[in-house]
């Protein structure tokens, strides 16, 4: 019948998700260290590479990657 799944079909849908979930997985894992790479140069509290170095070292971790997070978006406040 029209509309149902063949085996075929449901290895195809299988192996979409097998190389997409990982692919959306890495992208969240290095969000972090991407905010940090592409944000304006105004006055942030830590650089690139020391948000990144959290995110890739202590990402793994859902506190070391929260922790990364907070690092890229935190400004520091500007001179008076």
Avoid: C, E, H, Q
């Avoid at 849908?13 to 972090?32: E, H, K, N, Q, R």
């Amino acid at each position: 019948p029209s509309g149902t799944l063949n085996g075929i079909g449901l290895l195809a849908g299988i192996g979409v998700w097998l190389g997409t979930l990982p692919a959306i997985l890495f992208a969240g894992y290095l969000l972090p260290s991407g905010i940090a790479v592409f944000r304006p140069a105004d006055f942030w509290k830590f650089d690139a590479g020391a948000v990144s170095l959290v995110g890739i070292l202590a990402g793994w971790t859902v506190i070391g990657w929260v922790a990364a997070l907070i690092m890229a978006v935190m400004k520091d406040r500007p001179p008076a």
